[in-house]
């Protein structure tokens, strides 16, 4: 499993500067790494699908943690609410600065891609992580395989409900590449392989915390007989949590989906989750930094077969449609939990 601690010693340089951040482009919420290595200027700019986010909080340590090992600045810039457009100004200022690399994580598949396609045509290498934007990037840094991620979420809930019921889908933005590509696939694997479980509805809490309590509060209401919530998002499972341990239901509606354990330790211990996936941010935010330097000195074009080395993850091959995978999705429950922090 890919579940490696890249650098503790990162969490100790980074300081995300989360209060007063804004999502105009002239005044950005930065965070900046520079190195003393000793090749050539690498500049990053890394844009999340929103900040104030844990889950990219903790992917923009793993991309703290490589600059110094491969002489790059890091900086770390996006909106406080995640939007596409929000997204754009930042994509568009990036490439006034001649950064050398954008690595975002896209908030639509298509919505920024002639922002993306100015920033390639100026000499810029653009890769995405986390979620793609498959049409306008030179490289897409893919944290699991989505149909993994997809039959992990619904084995989970099926193994929580007991193969048959009512379940509800509490997804991220309505045009997240990653969830969307997620909920597609959890849709398929549902109709082939579970044909006792409904799927009453998908919900959009969009990576925002009140929103997605909220709307975990209108699907109870709206379900009655609903018996479990996917939240294929870290912002969404915590929210459900959160509303799910102090409501009645709290045991009665099972919740599994994408968590940090962090986020989610309290609510595994006291019985709200029983068990919920991820994979490592810390990782993908390093690797991605990896592929962006690799990419940027010609190491690697994004052809399948090239390969590179990722510091400690040790070495990687560019897959079809020029994508890197990181590995497995991992399970985190009450026996494993304590061993986790991020
Ligand atoms: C949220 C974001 C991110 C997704 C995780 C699982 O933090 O939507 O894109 O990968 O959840």
Redesign the pocket.
Known sequence: MKITKVAAAASMVLVLAMAGCSSSPTSPSTTSTSSGAANAPLTITVLP?NLG?P??DTSMKGFTAAAPEIGATVTQVGPTS?SANGQVTYIQTATQQKVSAIDI?SNDPTAMCNALNAAMAAGIKVVTF??DAPTCRDLFIN?ASADGIAKVLVQMISDEIGGSGEIAILS?AAN?T??NTWIDLMKTDLAASYPNITLDEVAYGN?DDQMSFDQTSALLQKYPNLKGIIA????GIAAAARYLSTSSAKGQVQLTG?GTPNDMRSYVQDGTCKEFA?WNPQDLGYLAAYATQALVNGTITGAQGDTFTAGSLGSFTVGADKTVLLGDPYKFDASNIANFNF
């Open positions: 699908k986010n889950y990219f995640a994580s986390d979620s944290q991220a997240a990653n969830q990576d294929p998002t870290t912002v994408l991820l």
